[in-house]
Nanobody, 124 residues
Framework: QVQLVESGGGLVQPGGSLRLSCAASGGTFSSYAMSWFRQAPGKEREFVAG??????YYADSVKGRFTISRDNAKKTAYLQMNSLKPEDTAVYHC???????????????????WGQGTQVTVSS
């Protein structure tokens, strides 16, 4: 089992930047692929970014603006968000899926571990 706790959300102006963190405990962090998902009110939860081993993946809507990374020594995953837009407003969740089988990185149902979420609001 692994527990995930997000932090770093808040209010930011359009064009601004924010860095989200996802701290893990209770498991072997290096054994998991990590991803970020987001959900806006009235919308489905959507994949934002993921890191599988050292390979990163991004939704088209955030490519070139967001960067996912991880620090295994600190047991933490990060999402650096630049050039933020109002449409980025959502609750952001980190999620983990253990290595050892094939999986679809962008699929919500593949993840057994989720953080509580952190609110990101982009507004003037």
């Amino acid at each position: 089992q692994v527990q995930l706790v997000e932090s770093g959300g808040g209010l930011v102006q359009p064009g601004g930047s924010l860095r989200l963190s996802c701290a893990a405990s209770g498991g072997t962090f290096s054994s998991y692929a990590m991803s970020w998902f987001r959900q806006a009110p009235g919308k489905e939860r959507e994949f934002v970014a993921g890191i599988n081993w050292s390979v990163t993946y991004y939704a088209d809507s955030v490519k070139g603006r967001f960067t996912i990374s991880r620090d295994n020594a600190k047991k933490t995953a990060y999402l650096q968000m630049n050039s933020l837009k109002p449409e980025d407003t959502a609750v952001y969740h980190c999620a983990a899926v253990r290595y050892g089988r094939s999986f679809i990185l962008t699929a919500t149902h593949e993840y057994g571990y989720w953080g509580q979420g952190t609110q990101v609001t982009v507004s003037s």
